[in-house]
């Protein structure tokens, strides 16, 4: 044991010091404080510290903080409520309003539409805490989801339409329900869809309520599938759905490569459009091969070139759905994008049709014919019964006919 030895400030200097010893506890010890146990000392003692001052034995217990009292827990709730009093009271909007915008900030939330939501984004890049925001551990496996999901959706449509097609059991049913003279059977499996894709969009956050709706669109798409394969007397529609499957699963592979940028200095995953195209050539090159040796006593040579020349801008438009849902998503929402891959195309193709309404209302002229036309353009001349502006010479530079005159030019 050592002994450190202190002057006394209460003693004068004349007076003869005296070595008065104090043990000072191990620290790594707990001793409680109070007044039935008093201290005990320590078996481990390393210091002891002299102080001429002290009658008793003092233990300083600096191994951690502080025993907390018995109330302090509730003084701090107390003390958090009162806070929450005062900021409800100081709220001009009231505290029930505060706690439910509270509670609207903190909830997580869900997107409605892909391709709406990023184009209300603008320049400001990708929603936070989505998944580009994200590590790419994460990414992967949101897009392995995502995909992988809509990968298995389209192999049950593939093998439910080549059952329909192929089966002596569906066929021959199938064929009569398809060549229907009033054309009602193949135009209400299309209709039936799309209202079972509108209740599949409404119900995509309730699981599993989603799945089992997942399960019959998936039927329902194959029966109107393979209507309109028979209804036309091909197999393309087989056809179709084999090529979209296949794609659909070198797209997930690629999709979760990394690479190096060297601009950034950063190791980022593939861009689905990259991959989707690489994905496309190759199954295209293994279709041509497949079709030259075997494919021929199938379809047309014209046949299958129309099939995949229509493949291509269903599988580029699957994967930039796939590249904006990226930008906007969270990691919960692997379930919504199988619908938005179908939700957002027929949006996008109900705003072509919208348009081609318009042009077409407008006579095909441009969509300023909609409104008379503007900026000096004369876009109907046979009608118009004004007369077009003609220059005033033909050696001096024209001169526009209007209302107020012409200009003369020196």
């Known amino acids: 044991m050592k002994s450190v030895r202190t002057n006394s400030a209460s003693q004068p200097s004349s007076v003869p010091e005296e070595d008065e010893e104090v043990d000072v506890f191990d620290s790594s010890v707990h001793v409680p404080l ?4 008093p201290p005990k000392p320590s078996d481990a003692c390393d210091i002891d510290v002299v102080d001429a001052t002290a009658e008793e034995m003092v233990t300083i217990d600096v191994s951690g903080s502080p025993p907390k009292p018995a109330g302090a827990t509730n003084n701090r709730r107390v003390a958090g409520s009162l806070d929450q009093v005062v900021a409800d009271v100081s709220s001009p909007s009231g505290g029930k309003t505060d706690t439910v915008l509270r509670q609207r ?7 409605h539409n892909a391709l709406i939501a990023l184009s209300s984004l603008g320049d400001q890049g990708p ?7 994200l590590s790419l551990e994460i990414q992967v496996a949101f897009r392995v989801k995502v995909l992988g999901l809509f990968t298995l959706h389209l ?3 593939s093998l439910l339409v080549i059952i329909f097609t192929y089966s002596p059991l569906t066929t021959d049913s199938l064929t009569r329900f398809a060549n229907n003279d009033t054309g009602m059977a193949l135009g209400g499996s299309v209709i039936l869809s799309l209202v079972v894709l509108c209740a599949l969009y409404v119900a995509k956050h309730t699981c599993p309520f989603n799945f089992v709706l997942l ?4 039927c329902i798409e194959a029966i109107a599938v393979t209507a309109f394969g028979l209804f036309f007397d091909t197999k393309a529609s087989v056809l179709a759905c084999l090529v979209c499957f296949f794609v659909m699963v070198f797209m997930t592979f690629f999709s979760t490569r990394r690479r190096f940028v060297k601009k950034t200095r950063h190791i980022e995953l593939c861009h689905s459009v990259v991959a989707g195209i690489a994905a496309y050539v190759l199954v295209t090159t293994v279709a041509c091969v497949a079709f030259g040796a075997r494919g021929t006593g199938l ?7 129309l099939t995949m020349l229509f493949a291509f801008p269903v599988i580029m438009w699957f994967a930039f759905d796939a590249h904006c849902m990226y930008q906007i998503m969270t990691p919960d929402e692997y379930m919504s994008g199988v619908i938005f ?10 705003f072509v049709v919208v348009m081609i309404v318009c042009i077409a209302a407008c006579d095909g002229g441009a969509p300023m014919a909609c409104f008379g036309g503007s900026c000096g353009v004369n876009i109907d001349p046979e009608h118009d019964t ?3 502006p003609q220059p005033d010479s033909v050696g001096s530079p024209s001169t526009a006919s209007s209302p107020v005159g012409g200009i003369e030019t020196v």
Do not use: E, Q
């Not at 929603?127 to 925001?133: E, Q």
């Not at 891959?341 to 109900?350: A, N, R």
């Open 34 to 37: 109070t007044a039935d146990s």
């Open 105 to 111: 900030r903190h909830a997580p939330r869900k997107t």
């Open 127 to 133: 929603v936070d805490s989505c998944i580009n925001t």
């Open 155 to 157: 192999l049950a449509l």
């Open 215 to 218: 399960c019959v669109f998936t």
């Open 299 to 305: 379809m047309s040579g014209t046949t299958f070139g």
């Open 341 to 350: 891959f179908y939700t957002d195309l027929v949006l996008f193709l109900l």
């Open 386 to 388: 004004l007369p077009p």
